[in-house]
């Protein structure tokens, strides 16, 4: 009798430590992380996602939970231990994620999403930076990620490779008007708000003549491109008050004279498109 007790017992215990038991402990600790996760309880959540990636490390699910959890108690620009604690547990698993077979194409965009916005609420821009360079290496002609990383030195003050990456993307792009308008405006704004940390050297052999390139590329696209016209009156303006600290003052007054010209043009193209509303305004009523 005793022997038979004994018997069941083992047999117990290999049922349970079987592969098929496994995957059912599995589904169970899945089920209650699931249930802590929607009840906001993210720690407790996180250990039992934890405990699922005892038994499966590969377990794409629960990485994406445990990065999700980190995320949700993330305070976003919060200098505090335990907010820097969330991101960098947020961007492990995130970095894991990259790294698996994502379920589908849109999950893996999300987690990239999510990489790079945790990334630059964190104020981790040359981590975000790199990760995008080497997503162009990977695919050199993507405009899109040109465009991101043109963005990324933008906002971390990296005006050359900004430019660099701005200016690319237009060349990828020529056809694209918005894209020549922004590589302009960000000649006017360098050389508008450098003020004295921007000498007027680099703005008459570099940023004037490029920027103002770049608009008439703009311009020569839609002749009634108002922004664009706009702003190629503001930096023939920079150009005029440059020329005009040289002493150059015939040459400041032509330049004057032209941005006044642009600036016209930008007034009689924006009571053009004010008058093609009001007429399609009228048609449709």
Same mark, same amino acid.
């Given at each position: 009798?005793? =022997?038979?007790?004994?018997?069941?017992?083992?047999?117990?215990?290999?049922?349970?430590?079987?592969?098929?038991?496994? /995957?059912?402990? #599995?589904?169970?600790?899945? &089920?209650?992380?699931? #249930?802590?996760?929607?009840?906001?309880?993210?720690? *407790?959540?996180?250990?039992?996602?934890? *405990?699922?990636?005892?038994?499966?490390? /590969?377990?794409?699910?629960?990485?994406?939970?445990?990065?999700?959890? !980190?995320? @949700?108690?993330?305070?976003?620009?919060?200098?505090? +231990? &335990?907010?820097?604690?969330?991101?960098?547990?947020?961007?492990?698993?995130?970095?894991?994620?990259?790294?698996?077979?994502?379920?589908?194409? #849109?999950?893996?965009? =999300?987690?990239?999403?999510?990489?790079?916005?945790?990334?630059?609420?964190?104020?981790?821009?040359? &981590?975000?930076?790199?990760?995008?360079?080497?997503?162009?290496?990977?695919?050199?002609?993507?405009?899109?990620?040109?465009?991101?990383?043109? !963005?990324?030195?933008?906002?971390?003050?990296?005006?050359?490779?900004?430019?660099?990456?701005?200016?690319?993307?237009?060349?990828?792009?020529?056809?694209?008007?918005?894209?020549?308008?922004?590589?302009?405006?960000?000649?006017? *704004? =360098?050389?508008?708000? /450098?003020?004295?940390?921007?000498?007027?050297? #680099? =703005? +008459?052999?570099?940023?004037?003549?490029?920027?103002?390139?770049?608009?008439?590329?703009?311009?020569?696209?839609?002749?009634?491109?108002?922004?664009?016209?706009?702003?190629? !009156?503001?930096?023939?303006?920079?150009?005029?008050?440059?020329?005009?600290?040289?002493?150059?003052?015939?040459?400041?007054?032509?330049?004057?004279?032209?941005?006044?010209?642009?600036?016209?043009?930008?007034?009689?193209?924006? &009571?053009?498109?004010? +008058?093609?509303?009001? @007429?399609?305004?009228?048609?449709?009523?």
């Amino acid at each position: 009798m005793r =022997r038979s007790v004994v018997a069941v017992l083992l047999l117990g215990v290999l049922l349970v430590s079987a592969p098929g038991c496994q /995957g059912i402990r #599995e589904r169970m600790a899945m &089920k209650k992380a699931h #249930e802590l996760y929607k009840a906001q309880k993210y720690d *407790e959540a996180i250990k039992k996602y934890k *405990e699922i990636l005892v038994m499966d490390p /590969g377990n794409y699910t629960a990485t994406y939970q445990i990065a999700m959890s !980190n995320l @949700a108690m993330y305070h976003p620009g919060s200098a505090h +231990e &335990k907010d820097k604690a969330y991101a960098a547990a947020s961007i492990e698993h995130l970095e894991k994620l990259m790294a698996m077979q994502a379920p589908d194409k #849109e999950t893996q965009e =999300r987690v990239v999403k999510y990489y790079l916005s945790l990334l630059a609420s964190a104020e981790m821009s040359d &981590k975000a930076i790199a990760f995008m360079e080497k997503e162009l290496a990977k695919d050199p002609k993507n405009i899109e990620t040109v465009l991101q990383l043109a !963005n990324l030195y933008a906002k971390k003050g990296d005006f050359p490779n900004a430019w660099r990456y701005f200016l690319k993307r237009a060349e990828m792009d020529p056809k694209n008007k918005e894209a020549w308008y922004t590589v302009g405006v960000v000649a006017w *704004e =360098r050389s508008y708000k /450098g003020k004295e940390a921007v000498s007027d050297s #680099e =703005r +008459e052999q570099t940023l004037i003549p490029q920027g103002l390139a770049a608009f008439d590329k703009a311009i020569a696209i839609d002749p009634d491109y108002f922004d664009a016209l706009v702003y190629a !009156n503001l930096l023939y303006r920079e150009k005029a008050a440059v020329l005009g600290r040289q002493q150059r003052l015939e040459e400041a007054e032509v330049a004057f004279t032209t941005a006044k010209g642009f600036a016209e043009r930008a007034q009689a193209a924006r &009571k053009k498109q004010m +008058e093609a509303e009001k @007429a399609k305004a009228g048609a449709g009523a």
